[in-house]
């Protein structure tokens, strides 16, 4: 009875519907007009469009630039504010900020700092970096990373505090062990850190994979509703809203559409799982 509630939550908001995205991804249902089963039309679709493969494209250049990021930078975070010294659990309090804060209120905030007459663009001019404003806002290439910028800054916090958590489970007795042997202080990381935290480091390349592959805020808010010049920055999900949405919208179509990007979640999972496993056995 405990878990009912809980269940009763699964099947209707995730169970249900994934089922019936599987059964409206064979058919080519609009709300204006119903539908009728067309079989694999809507994949023959994908695979001759244009917009899902640069969606596509551009999604798994996300993951392959923000999940290392997210994997990396938190630990070195988290191990900069894990001494119980007076005064840490502010700073730690301010990396976590950004993770309660909305992407909407997030975004707006960088996109004001981005602009070509924003604090960035005139702290880069003003140290001789560059001699002009950078279009991080109006190039596609730079309002992509610009996004994926936005998406790191504000995980860093979350992915800390579960290293922090990781960081607190290593034994005290190896780290006084290898230093009595000798070990630095970065022989010590390579030795008895990394490969304590590595099963972490697993779960937060899966996490941060899976939310990569799902990224539709950022994009939305910084790049616009457009996505960018000429819709170029662009992400599977954002596609699929803008193919489903709407009471005419191709629901069937933005079906397969999320089909497709499930299997690619799944896949990267699983892989990122063996390669963990393999590293492990090594």
């Not at 493969?53 to 994997?71: E, I, K, M, R």
């Not at 950078?134 to 860093?156: A, N, Q, R």
Request: proline content about 5%.
């Amino acid at each position: 009875m405990l878990l009912a509630p809980a269940l009763a939550v699964a099947l209707i908001f995730h169970i249900v519907p994934f089922f019936r995205t599987l059964q409206l991804s064979f058919t080519d249902f609009r709300l204006s007009s119903g539908g009728q089963y067309v079989g694999l039309e809507n994949f023959g679709a994908l695979a001759s469009s244009e917009v899902f493969w640069l969606s596509a494209g551009n999604t798994l250049l996300y993951v392959v630039v923000v999940v290392p990021l997210l994997v990396v930078l938190p630990l070195f975070l988290a191990m900069l504010v894990q001494p119980k010294i007076p005064g840490m659990a502010f700073f730690r309090a301010s990396f976590y900020t950004p993770v309660i804060a909305s992407m909407v209120v997030v975004g707006l905030i960088w996109v004001f700092l981005l602009r070509e007459r924003g604090p960035v663009n005139w702290l880069l001019q003003t140290l001789q970096i560059v001699q002009g404003p950078l279009p991080f806002l109006t190039d596609s290439t730079l309002l992509l990373f610009s996004c994926m910028l936005v998406t790191v800054w504000k995980g860093l916090g979350f992915y800390m505090v579960i290293y922090l958590s990781a960081l607190a489970n290593v034994p005290g007795e190896l780290h006084e062990a290898a230093q009595m042997d000798g070990a630095g202080s970065v022989r010590r990381f390579w030795a008895v850190t990394l490969p304590s935290v590595r099963p972490t480091m697993l779960l937060v390349g899966v996490l941060s994979a899976i939310a990569a592959m799902k990224v539709y805020a950022e994009i939305f808010v910084i790049a616009g509703p457009t996505a960018g010049p000429g819709g170029q920055v662009r992400s599977l999900v954002f596609t699929i809203r803008e193919v489903g949405a709407g009471f005419d919208g191709q629901v069937g179509y933005a079906a397969a559409m999320s089909l497709v990007l499930f299997v690619f979640t799944i896949g990267l999972t699983v892989a990122l799982q063996k390669l963990s496993r393999e590293n492990q056995e090594a």
